[in-house]
């Protein structure tokens, strides 16, 4: 059984920052690679970043590119994704996800685990 918890999410104002962090279980942070997503209400599940399990191999989509940062403490089991510079438009539920294997074409289908989401609010 694969666990994922996101945290860290709530309301900031549109230039702020806010560090998500998902807590996985051993064989999750050992072996699998990790993605974090969001979706807005009415919109699709959107790819955010990526990373290998050996945090060698990283990709981000460019609407977040050079604002976030995704990482990983194996060691505490724990993936991070750091928001910088917010916006409006990144209001959104945001998931942790799991799969084997690194992709840089990234999909929701191809993520087998979810977290249940952290909801990150940027208000004008």
């Known amino acids: 059984q694969v666990q994922l918890v996101e945290s860290g999410g709530g309301l900031v104002q549109a230039g702020g920052s806010l560090r998500l962090s998902c807590a996985t279980s051993?064989?999750?942070?050992?072996?699998?690679?990790m993605g974090w997503f969001r979706q807005a209400p009415g919109k699709e599940r959107e790819f955010i970043a990526a990373i290998s399990w050996s945090g060698a191999n990283i990709h981000y989509a460019d609407s977040v590119k050079g604002r976030f940062t995704i990482s990983r403490d194996n060691a505490k089991n724990t993936v991070y994704l750091q928001m910088n510079s917010l916006k409006p438009e990144d209001t959104a539920v945001y998931y942790c996800?799991?799969?084997?294997?690194?992709?840089?074409?990234?999909?929701?289908?191809?993520?087998?685990?979810w977290g249940q989401g952290t909801q990150v609010t940027v208000s004008s």
């Open positions: 051993r064989r999750t942070s050992n072996t699998y690679a």
């Open positions: 996800a799991a799969r084997i294997g690194y992709s840089s074409n990234d999909y929701p289908s191809e993520y087998r685990y």
